[in-house]
């Protein structure tokens, strides 16, 4: 699938176009990057600014979106975009694994898929996600791998924005879909877990949001999904093994308290997703 989106890459050293050359890409100023055995291209340069999901993490997240946990999501970013120009480049910045980004493909039948982010383990299964889908390891805090106006789509999802380069990559008429959890997401979890350290959702978080992508971005619809899970005590495993709390946790710890959860647990998942157009460039 690598070949369908190649079109849109570029080299992160000298932002030439690429070409396919044996297990590597290449540039016509001579950089290559060697493909990982596992299917993905990396294509970044210097050292990372975070190391991205664990393997670990990646496969909680596997789990949990297999057993259909964030489902509703993926529907509702499926259903915004659904909507866009058809055909074209969908890109999920920061996309894991790359399930969302799956969803979203097949209710656009004439698009192809990337999935960019820095974790190797997620990466892996991302090459993997979707029959139109390719993966790339590039950071997003950093300049993307892309050419200017590649995407169609653009999806972020609990994940870092870097708003001039998103805009950068997005195409005229194209559209970003950001997905942030709200103040109530996983609010049941902490007195669910006594003991264990869960990071909360700053209530300041939205107005941030909104601050970073401002002078690039202009929303033109937001809602709030809330969804009521009812999670297997291997689900809560895997629902907090797979978000930023799993580094300060115990495994130990966190074992003990699930063993003692009364099955199933209702937990409430919500979730603000606001569509966003990009500012013509003499707006800023």
């Not at 946990?69 to 993926?74: N, R």
């Not at 049941?188 to 877990?193: D, H, I, N, S």
């Amino acid at each position: 699938m690598l070949a369908a989106v190649l079109p849109y890459l570029r080299c992160p050293v000298c932002h030439t176009g690429l070409s396919v050359a044996g297990r590597s890409l290449r540039c016509r100023q001579g950089h290559h990057f060697d493909l990982a055995r596992a299917g993905y291209a990396p294509l970044t340069t210097g050292k990372l600014t975070h190391p991205g999901d664990t393997a670990a993490m990646a496969a909680a997240r596997a789990s949990f979106h297999s057993a259909g946990g964030y489902d509703f999501l993926a529907t509702a970013l499926a259903a915004a975009a659904a909507g866009c120009r058809p055909g074209g480049l969908v890109v999920d910045v920061g996309g894991g694994t790359g399930h969302h980004l799956a969803r979203v493909l097949d209710a656009r039948p004439a698009a192809v898929g990337l999935i960019v982010d820095v974790s190797k383990p997620a990466l892996r299964r991302a090459a993997r996600a979707h029959p139109r889908a390719a993966a790339v390891l590039a950071d997003a805090w950093r300049e993307l791998p892309l050419i200017d106006r590649a995407a169609t789509v653009l999806l972020n999802v609990f994940a870092p924005r870097n708003g001039p380069e998103l805009h950068r990559v997005l195409a005229p008429g194209g559209v970003l879909l950001v997905a942030t959890p709200t103040p109530a997401h996983l609010a049941e979890l902490p007195a669910a877990l006594p003991g264990i350290r869960l990071l909360s959702v700053d209530p300041g978080k939205p107005d941030r949001l909104s601050a970073t992508l401002e002078p690039w971005f202009r929303p033109v619809t937001s809602t709030t999904h809330v969804h009521r899970l009812r999670l297997t005590r291997a689900l809560v495993s895997a629902l907090v093994g797979m978000g930023p709390s799993a580094a300060h946790i115990d495994p130990e710890a966190l074992a003990r308290a699930v063993a003692r959860l009364v099955e199933p647990l209702p937990v409430t998942a919500s979730v603000r997703l606001t569509r966003y157009a990009p500012r013509p460039t003499g707006d800023r």
